[in-house]
């Protein structure tokens, strides 16, 4: 039986192309500044972005925490949402390395709404710790793959702009919000300062992320990535997947959405399973299992049996998300198998 993997966009492995990509890249120490590769990947990611410069991470995780580190002093507070990939998979990174303070704000479907960031902003007082930063992310994860709009993110950029405070955008998926708003990638990424967006997901890269932002802020953040073990010699193995990835795999994420899309309605129609389609915009699907009446675990365990895998993100919520090794096709089979599944 082929198993069909909708646990994450992570679980792609390199296609041919990009194996023979891989194979013929040119290679230096990365450290030193000489791989050549990885300077073009990083080249290509700030044009793409709009940004002075870009920085080569192995993974969102790193870029985030780099990005974290770079604008911020320790005793800082940071913004960001409640389910925040940031907070919420980054094993306290931001609390542990750098000495930050998470805020959480409950937005809409993922994303911050400007007034609840107004409030949650500290005011003079020589009690409180000063407010460091503010992050978004796009697309937001735990939302089920929800996009924030430019506009969304501008009035953020306003509120953050009268009180002097940067923003960082978790950006590892904004290359699907770019395609689900048919809108270029610098044009997501100007109202932020950086932005740390993966190659490793829906662009179907084996690793790494890229961190955008001004020349100064790059600079600094370099030694940063150093300092957690980031430098990576002869990185331009990676740097060529990456690179390969952003020549390739953009436009296609909109199959990605087209079949998430079309898993989700059929998930809709089996009894006990309850999704909130609007939440559906971009390759990720989570649905409610509640009226299963078994839990996630228990569900995902069988559809493991009928040949589907999926993740249990709560007692009862399961996220499946598409990606390019994923078919229409699979998606159908993998309904008709998560229907076996739940009948048995």
Do not use: W
């Not at 073009?40 to 780099?66: C, D, P």
């Not at 911020?72 to 949402?81: F, N, S, T, W």
């Not at 996630?296 to 993740?311: D, P, S």
């Amino acid at each position: 039986m082929r198993y069909i993997d909708l646990r994450s966009d992570t679980v792609t492995v390199p296609s041919e192309g990009m194996r023979q990509a891989m194979y013929k890249a040119e290679v230096g120490d990365d450290v030193y500044g000489e791989d050549p590769s990885v300077r073009r990947l990083e080249e290509l990611m700030a044009e793409l972005s709009g940004k002075e410069a870009a920085l080569f991470v192995t993974s969102g995780t790193q870029g985030n925490l780099v990005a974290l580190l770079t604008h911020c002093d320790r005793g800082a507070e940071v913004i960001l949402e409640a389910e925040a990939h940031i907070f919420f998979y980054e094993v306290g990174g931001m609390s542990a390395m750098g000495g930050l303070i998470p805020v959480r704000v409950r937005g809409e479907r993922g994303v911050l709404q400007p007034d609840a960031v107004r409030a949650a902003i500290r005011g003079q007082n020589i009690h409180f710790p000063h407010t460091g930063l503010i992050c978004l992310e796009n697309t937001h994860n735990r939302a089920g793959g929800t996009v924030t709009t430019i506009e969304q993110m501008e009035a953020v950029r306003q509120v953050a702009k009268d009180f002097g405070i940067p923003i960082h955008m978790d950006g590892a998926r904004l290359f699907n919000a770019a395609v689900a708003l048919g809108e270029p990638l610098a044009k997501m990424s100007a109202p932020v300062d950086s932005v740390s967006i993966c190659l490793s997901k829906g662009l179907g890269a084996p690793v790494g992320s890229v961190l955008c932002g001004s020349r100064d802020f790059i600079e600094k953040a370099r030694k940063y990535r150093k300092m957690l073990g980031g430098g990576m010699r002869q990185a331009g193995v990676l740097a060529a997947a990456g690179i390969y990835a952003l020549q390739h795999n953009v436009d296609r994420l909109a199959e990605d959405h087209a079949n998430a899309r079309l898993l989700a309605e059929g998930l809709a129609n089996i009894p006990g399973i309850a999704i909130d389609m609007d939440s559906v915009q971009t390759n990720i699907v989570v649905c409610d299992v509640a009226g299963t009446e078994r839990t996630a675990t228990q569900l995902t365990t069988r559809f493991l049996e009928h040949g589907v895998r999926a993740n249990a993100t709560g007692e009862y919520t399961i996220r499946f998300v598409t990606h390019l090794d994923v078919t229409r096709e699979d998606c159908q089979v993998a309904l008709e198998r998560i229907k076996l599944a739940l009948n048995g």
